[in-house]
């Protein structure tokens, strides 16, 4: 009989980063500068305690490595993919993450790193950076050195709801006022390259000029998200992406509906309002992942869940 797997989010306080996971979702924050809530890891720099059942107390990565069938068939050395909530106060730095050939063979053998963006609320106006206006690497290496990035940078518009694929070669950066759900492969590495000459304690933080011009592909070209929504009548589930990595979707459910977990494990993180998943009750903020062969699970409420698997 498979359980629930509930987990304890670990936090990460930043300099960009605010107090929303404390006020919009009601989490116990390390500080005022909160800037990440890891909802569904295993990563090393930040591993989810399990909070329920027989392994309560064990990390994720613990799990993994003594539980594979937990995961039922799911590739990997490592738990694939990685869930974060982020509350950007401030801009954070613009930023490029390698694919994972480039990965393995320039830091030790780590994964390369997709990721995905939900908004899950921005202010009136927000905008996010995604992409770049170099035509080649020469012009880009060009503009850097000129220190040309209001033309380089490309900004968009974004609101509530928006959903963003950035592939591995894509210059991009969250920016103040937007809170989002991000779901991503296993991989912490990231490579900075432009921080708006902002001062952390007095000196500019570590920049990675050289590693970003090898990996950002040009010219960009924005990745094709899904935009299809099954209407049912308890619920509405929307495909937001399905790539090599992960499948992501948004389930809304308002009364009740019986469900099967058919892939080798879901994770599911509640976005917005209450409810319950086979008694056990569950809000706003809450993550969990359901094991390989859950089978069926009853969901009732009034909630808002993104899901996500391997794809
Ligand atoms: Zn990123």
Not at 99 to 108: F, I, K, V
Not at 122 to 127: M, P
Not at 152 to 179: C, M, N, S, W, Y
Request: hydrophobic share 35%; glycine share 8%; proline share 2%.
């Amino acid at each position: 009989m498979r359980e629930i797997i509930f987990l304890e989010p670990v936090f990460k306080s930043m300099i960009w980063g605010g107090n929303k996971l404390k006020t919009d979702f009601g989490f116990d924050i390390p500080s005022e500068r909160t800037g990440e809530c890891w909802a569904i890891s295993a990563h090393k720099n930040g591993d989810c305690l399990i909070k329920n059942g027989r392994y309560n107390g064990k990390t994720l990565s613990w799990l993994w490595e003594n539980h594979r069938e937990e995961f039922g068939s799911a590739r990997g050395e490592v738990f694939p993919l990685l869930v974060k909530i982020i509350d950007a106060r401030d801009d954070l730095s613009i930023q490029v993450h390698p694919d994972d050939e480039y990965a393995r063979l320039n830091e030790n053998g780590a994964l390369g790193k997709t990721e995905c963006w939900y908004i899950l609320d921005c202010e009136e106006d927000s905008e996010i950076v995604i992409g770049h206006n170099a035509r080649d690497k020469q012009e880009l290496k060009d503009m850097i050195a000129k220190g040309h990035w209001q033309e380089l940078i490309r900004v968009r518009k974004i609101k509530k709801g928006d959903f963003f694929q950035i592939e591995p070669g894509t210059v991009h950066a969250i920016k103040k006022g937007t809170v989002i759900l991000e779901t991503q492969q296993n991989s912490d590495i990231t490579y900075r390259l432009y921080d708006y000459e902002r001062l952390d304690n007095g000196k500019q933080r570590e920049l990675h000029i050289d590693k970003s011009i090898e990996v950002i592909r040009c010219p960009h070209v924005d990745a094709i998200a899904e935009n299809e929504t099954t209407v049912y009548e308890n619920y509405s589930m929307k495909e937001l992406i399905h790539c090599g990595y992960y499948t992501v979707r948004k389930l809304d459910i308002h009364g009740e509906q019986v469900f099967i977990q058919e892939e080798s494990f879901l994770n599911m993180s509640v976005i917005s309002g209450s409810g319950i998943i086979d008694g056990h009750e569950i809000k706003k903020g809450d993550c969990f992942l359901l094991p390989s062969e859950y089978g069926s699970y009853r969901l009732a409420g009034n909630m808002e869940l993104i899901i996500s698997y391997q794809s």
